[in-house]
């Protein structure tokens, strides 16, 4: 069965306002989750490691302010894009590890958002 | 530098074999592992290798040679709905996935 809900599955909105997109972990309680971005047929590129109940890991060349991270519970984590611009338009999605490190990654269903 | 080599795209038949081949090279190594994505949809885990050799899963196999930085991932029984695009995503030393742009694969009837 399914290991993370992610929320909406698709989102359009106005450049210059702000989206938010949920993480949930059905049944397992996630200390760590991941945020993903894939362009158009390019590979998937890690935008953060989320980690409750403390600051977000932002790799390199990701705009923290930009792309804010909360994980405020075991079992949920939310990204907001801020002032949204058409460039921000992608697949957004989210990860967890169930066990350890060498743990495969489930995800979530991702999220569609364009930015008009 | 990190890096994976898959072929772009492939073609074959239903009903036929088709082997997905992969090299990678890493800063270190933990596994590796076998993404299936089809098109507009987030990536589903297939399988993990850590050392070297085959493991079975049903129609899917993937296999292992640690010391040649290969991989491949081996489909029976090929059904229309095994279109996808199949991801080969080395762990690497400090426990990060690798992920590359991934083989699509196109089956005709």
Same mark, same amino acid.
């Not at chain 1, 399914?2 to 989206?19: E, F, L, N, Y």
């Not at chain 1, 989210?94 to 364009?114: A, I, V, W, Y």
């Given at each position: 069965?399914?290991? *993370?809900?992610?929320?909406?599955?698709?989102?359009?909105?106005?450049?210059?306002?702000? *989206?938010?997109?949920?993480?949930?972990? +059905?049944?397992?309680?996630?200390?760590?989750?991941?945020?993903?971005?894939?362009?158009?047929?390019?590979?998937?590129?890690?935008?953060?490691?989320?980690?409750?109940?403390?600051?977000?890991?932002?790799?390199?060349? *990701?705009?923290?302010?930009?792309?804010?991270?909360?994980?405020?519970?075991?079992? +949920?984590?939310? +990204?907001?894009?801020?002032?949204?611009?058409?460039?921000?338009?992608?697949?957004?999605?989210?990860? +967890?590890?169930?066990?350890?490190?060498?743990?495969?990654?489930?995800?979530?269903?991702?999220?569609?958002?364009? *930015?008009? | 530098?990190?890096?994976?080599?898959?072929?772009?795209?492939?073609?074959?038949?239903?009903?036929?074999?088709?082997?997905?081949?992969?090299?990678?090279?890493?800063?270190?190594?933990?596994?590796?592992?076998?993404?299936?994505?089809?098109?507009?949809?987030?990536?589903?885990? &297939?399988?993990?290798?850590?050392?070297?050799? &085959?493991?079975?899963?049903?129609?899917?196999?993937?296999?292992?040679?640690?010391?040649?930085?290969?991989?491949?991932?081996?489909?029976?029984? &090929?059904?229309?709905?095994?279109?996808?695009?199949?991801?080969?995503?080395?762990?690497?030393?400090?426990?990060?996935?690798?992920?590359?742009?991934?083989?699509? &694969?196109?089956?005709?009837?």
């Amino acid at each position: 069965g399914a290991v *993370v809900s992610q929320h909406p599955s698709w989102v359009i909105c106005k450049s210059g306002t702000s *989206v938010k997109i949920e993480c949930r972990s +059905l049944d397992f309680q996630a200390t760590t989750m991941f945020w993903y971005r894939q362009f158009p047929k390019q590979s998937l590129m890690l935008m953060a490691t989320s980690n409750e109940g403390s600051k977000a890991t932002y790799e390199q060349g *990701v705009e923290k302010d930009k792309f804010l991270i909360n994980h405020a519970s075991l079992t +949920l984590s939310t +990204l907001t894009v801020t002032s949204a611009h058409p460039e921000d338009s992608s697949f957004y999605i989210c990860g +967890l590890k169930r066990g350890e490190d060498n743990s495969p990654l489930h995800f979530g269903n991702g999220t569609r958002l364009t *930015v008009t | 530098g990190q890096n994976i080599d898959q072929p772009t795209e492939m073609t074959a038949t239903e009903g036929a074999i088709v082997q997905i081949n992969c090299t990678y090279q890493t800063s270190g190594f933990n596994g590796l592992f076998w993404y299936q994505q089809h098109a507009g949809e987030a990536p589903t885990f &297939l399988s993990y290798n850590v050392l070297d050799g &085959l493991e079975e899963k049903g129609r899917f196999s993937s296999f292992l040679s640690r010391s040649k930085g290969y991989s491949y991932l081996l489909l029976k029984e &090929l059904q229309m709905k095994d279109s996808a695009s199949y991801l080969c995503v080395p762990l690497d030393s400090n426990y990060q996935l690798i992920w590359g742009a991934g083989t699509k &694969l196109i089956i005709k009837p």
